[in-house]
């Protein structure tokens, strides 16, 4: 049993105890043990073994010992199997759908006895649910676009979430020498933030036995097919993932076909057919009357050089401009990992963060940062209990003795403050001015009219002290649309009062998408990649708004956050 998959099993406790109507410290305690766990360090099976659970925040004997059942029977114990029988996980499966909390879910179980999707659809057909309190037309309505995203979206997986998993599973390949050369392709090497499937290919002189490996591994929980050369499993995540065992002169070539995108790779095939030329998965051809020689695909710049081609980064071969630009010789130098100088939206134990401002600190200086920016909330809402007007002053002061007590990074004082629905920010200009760094976010009514939404963050953004539109279009993948906005309206504002716009690392956001940061960069609008880490371990997501930058085709000098710490100071407004 890993760290996550304890943690969802506290998770889904806390939820299965928030619809019995448990006891609310119960219910917290639960629900804040699997947040830690998610992303504790330590390996929790050996906490358990050395009677160390309740050393952990939060964690006392009952809670330790609902643990160390979970791990001895690989996830259930009769306490766990009980609450299932009395709540099917099937109904949990719902608080996956927008606005549908364990309050609401709970209404839908007890007197509509709704356990899955399907009957819920069957339900909203009805109008039943318009009877019942705090459940208008409008709440109804929503929840009916919700579930239609809900059913759009569960077929693709988040790039945050897969991305260790196929690391894993390469180590896991690699480990057993079978592998000689093996590559992760499709939409997760081009950077996608969701995913369809795993596609790996490897060169092996073993295949039989290497698939065989594949096709056992701890991750799998289900063999579709398996072949000679070829296997489809399903993970036990539910994702599926093909594992190809390809010749090592075609290794290249073959990577390069099923990174794709499908429409880079018949741009490619028609400008190789005006040389002649024959390019597949297979090889690079050159066509002789009616037979074909091969002249190259064991390396993937094989493929781009026989078209008079730079090899062109995974993340932007999405047919978008970058076949001409090659052949132009104007491809972007992309923007790296390590050109990131700082990590400038971090929150700790004043608002909703789990560390304190000298933990979070102390993590930047870990990953080599020169500086970090601590921007906890400013908000009245009640659940991130963010920083008050009143509460502003103690907080400057916790952030000037972390700096007396941190060597080797500078620690900006920052905040993010809360959008208001009229436009004006939580926090008075003159608080906000003594800040170094101020972010302003919508977190509330998300979904206002276009106009009305538009005019409100350009509201914002006209304040003078106001710094950084924090994810700007409020997305979480696979959960919540967009806020409708007109970018370019929005775009234009902010080019014009120089507000930076974020990027957003955290792999559920990645926010702005790698379009419209795109667009950003062609109307000259500075942009940030910061990760809104929550605890220590969340700076480490910082690669998924690199690898979001670089599918925006942002360089090192489009991003402020590249720069050392005078002169992001200077590029603020």
């Known amino acids: 049993m890993d760290n996550k998959k304890i943690a969802q099993i506290l998770g889904q406790t806390a939820d299965i105890l928030e619809i019995k109507e448990a006891n609310p410290w119960r219910i917290n305690a639960y629900r804040q043990a699997s947040h830690y766990l998610e992303n504790l360090e ?23 010992n609902y643990i160390k059942d979970l791990i001895a029977n690989n996830g259930t ?21 927008e606005g549908l909390g364990p309050k609401k879910l709970k209404i839908l179980f007890k007197k509509f006895e709704i356990t899955s999707l399907y009957k819920l659809e069957k339900l909203l057909k009805t109008k039943k649910l318009y009877q019942e309190e ?13 579930v239609n995203s809900y059913k759009s979206f569960r077929h693709r997986f988040l790039l945050g979430e897969m991305e260790p998993l196929g690391r894993e599973i390469v180590q896991e390949l690699k480990k057993s020498k ?16 969701t995913i369809g499937d795993f596609d790996i290919l490897i060169t092996s002189s073993q295949p039989l036995k ?40 075609s290794f290249g070539a073959a990577v390069h076909y099923f990174t794709g995108s499908k429409a880079h790779n018949i741009s490619l095939r028609k400008l190789a057919q005006k040389k002649n030329l024959r390019i597949n998965e297979y090889g690079v051809f050159k066509k002789k009357g009616q037979t074909l020689k091969k002249i190259g695909g064991e390396r993937e710049k094989d493929v781009f050089k026989a078209v008079d081609l730079p090899w062109i980064p995974p993340e932007i071969r999405e047919n978008k401009g970058e076949i001409m630009a090659g052949l132009k010789n104007q491809l972007p130098c992309l923007i790296k990992l390590k050109d990131i100088k700082a990590d400038a939206h971090l929150h700790t134990k004043w608002s909703d963060g789990e560390k304190t401002i000298l933990e979070m600190a102390q993590a930047g200086k870990k990953l080599g940062y020169e500086y970090v920016a601590i921007t906890d909330h400013a908000s009245p809402l009640g659940m991130v209990q963010g920083l008050t ?6 907080y400057l002061r916790a952030i000037k003795r972390a700096n007396q007590k941190v060597k080797g990074i500078k620690i900006l004082a920052g905040v993010e403050v809360d959008i208001m629905k009229n436009g004006r920010l939580y926090l008075s200009d003159y608080l906000l001015k003594k800040f170094d760094l101020v972010l302003a976010a919508v977190h509330s009514s998300l979904k206002m009219e276009k106009k009305a939404m538009t005019k409100r963050l350009c509201q914002a953004i006209n ?37 930076i716009l974020e990027l957003n690392s ?8 790698s379009q419209q940061a795109r667009w950003a960069k062609e109307q000259g609008i500075k942009m940030i990649i910061s990760t809104d880490a929550h605890n220590s371990n969340n700076l480490e997501l910082m690669k998924y708004g690199v690898i979001n930058a670089r599918r925006g085709w942002l360089e090192k000098k489009d991003v402020v956050n590249t720069l050392p710490y005078d002169k992001f100071l200077k590029a603020l407004k």
């Not at 114990?77 to 759908?97: A, N």
């Not at 072949?227 to 993932?241: D, E």
């Not at 700007?472 to 919540?480: C, E, G, H, Q, Y």
């Open 134 to 146: 705090n459940w208008g037309e409008k709440s109804v309505q929503n929840l009916i676009e919700a």
């Open 42 to 64: 330590q390996d929790i099976n050996l906490m358990a073994k050395e009677n160390k659970l309740k050393t952990l925040p939060g964690i006392g004997t009952g809670l330790a």
């Open 389 to 394: 007007p009143q509460r502003v002053a103690s």
């Open 77 to 97: 114990c009769p306490e766990f199997e009980k609450l299932k029988k009395q709540v099917p996980l099937s109904l949990l499966k719902l608080l996956e759908i």
């Open 463 to 499: 304040n003078p002290w106001v710094h950084v539109l924090a994810h700007p279009t409020n997305r979480l993948l696979n959960k919540r649309e967009p806020s409708k906005i007109d970018l370019r309206v929005l775009f234009q504002q902010a080019k014009k009062t120089k507000t």
């Open 178 to 193: 079978l592998v000689s050369q093996i590559e992760i392709c499709g939409s997760m090497r081009r950077g996608k933030s």
């Open 210 to 249: 290497v698939i065989k490996l594949f096709t056992t591994l701890k991750q799998v929980s289900k063999v579709v097919n398996q072949g000679k050369t070829k296997s489809q499993v399903v993970l036990k995540q539910g994702i599926k993932a093909d594992l190809r065992v390809v010749k090592k002169s």
């Open 506 to 513: 955290f792999w559920r956001r990645v926010d702005l998408s």
